[in-house]
């Protein structure tokens, strides 16, 4: 039996994201938990023929304790997405907050779940989770996953468009690091297979991929961030979790991990010369969650590790920023 839950489930992220977990046979039982909307949503997917038994609830009447009690794996994609000229750090100001009291609620209800935190800045909302879940005495490394799976996602598709490959799923790049913009840094050198991308192309295309969110920003022109892309996203790694959780071997994904409590983090921290306890790597996923994380940092090229340096100045600050709030959090919150 899985049970998955979606909080935010009525967003631009969180309805499609919704879709695709109802749909899939992987799931059970499926509850949906937003501030709005979220019996409609539960109505409307429960007429779909899928093996997933479906609930939605709001705040009334314990929603949030009835959403998560029994969960094995929590989305989050709750929380105000970017206008055009904000950064997602600008978020920090209201999604700190909410991703605070939703992980609050969590660590009581189902504090053995797997959570995946969508949110921005993801930078920050996951230091901010992993506090909250140490203050409840509830942390567990191997279960905290800051979702990047769209940066992997663009980084196939936009070096397909480039090297004329018509399938992009074939092309993996893996990407390290945050997520926002230089903090993103894909290892194009390891790409699998091998991509030859021409010099004139290759910052542009580091580019693309560090910037990806703006470009839909932009598109939407005030209308909100990438949502249907960050659905396939956030599908494809909660797939990835649940079907480790079921036994199968050898998944691994690229994602947002508490180093220092995760098997083979304390070999990343080194390469990136100690300080950073936040980092995305490939990471091997097991039935309990992160199994190990992967080290591409010793193999990458000159360009990549200018890169790197860039990324882990912006980083720091951005995971310091989310430990404070968090530990500046009012008692009353925990
Ligand atoms: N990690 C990633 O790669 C990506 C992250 N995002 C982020 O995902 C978040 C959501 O984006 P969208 O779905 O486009 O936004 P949206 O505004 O369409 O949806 C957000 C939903 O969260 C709900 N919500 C607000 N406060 C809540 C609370 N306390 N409890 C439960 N639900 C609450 C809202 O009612 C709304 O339905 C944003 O922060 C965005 O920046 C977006 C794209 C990619
Ligand atoms: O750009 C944004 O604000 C949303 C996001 O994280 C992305 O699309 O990568």
Known sequence: MVKAVVLGASGGIGQPLSLLLKASPLIDELSLYDVVNTP???ADLSHISSPAQITGYLPADDGLEKTLTGADIVVIPAGIPRKPGMTRDDLFKINAGIVRDLVT?????????FILIISNPVNSTVPIAAEILKAHKVFDPSRLFGVTT?????????????????????????VIGGHS?????????LAKPACDIPADKLDGLVH????????????????????????????RFAESVIKALKGEKGIVEPTFVYLPGVSGGDEVSKSLGGGIDFFAVPVELGPQGAVKATNPIPTINDNEK????????????????????????????L
Do not use: H, Y
Not at 310 to 326: C, Q, R, S, T
């Open 105 to 113: 609620g969590i660590a009581k209800f189902c504090p053995k779940a």
């Open 40 to 42: 409609g949503v539960a």
């Open 150 to 174: 769209l940066d992997v996602v663009r980084a196939s598709t936009f070096t397909a468009q480039i090297t004329g490959e018509k399938d992009s799923r074939k092309i993996v790049v893996p």
């Open 306 to 333: 200018k890169l790197l340096e860039i990324a882990i100045k912006g980083l720091k600050g951005n995971i310091e920023k989310g430990v404070e709030f968090a530990r500046a959090a009012e008692p009353a919150k």
């Open 181 to 189: 913009g230089e903090t993103i840094v894909p290892l194009l050198s």
């Open 208 to 235: 693309r991929i560090q910037f990806g969110g703006d470009e839909v920003v932009a598109a939407k022109n005030g209308g909100g961030s990438a949502t249907l892309s960050m659905a396939f996203a956030g599908f």
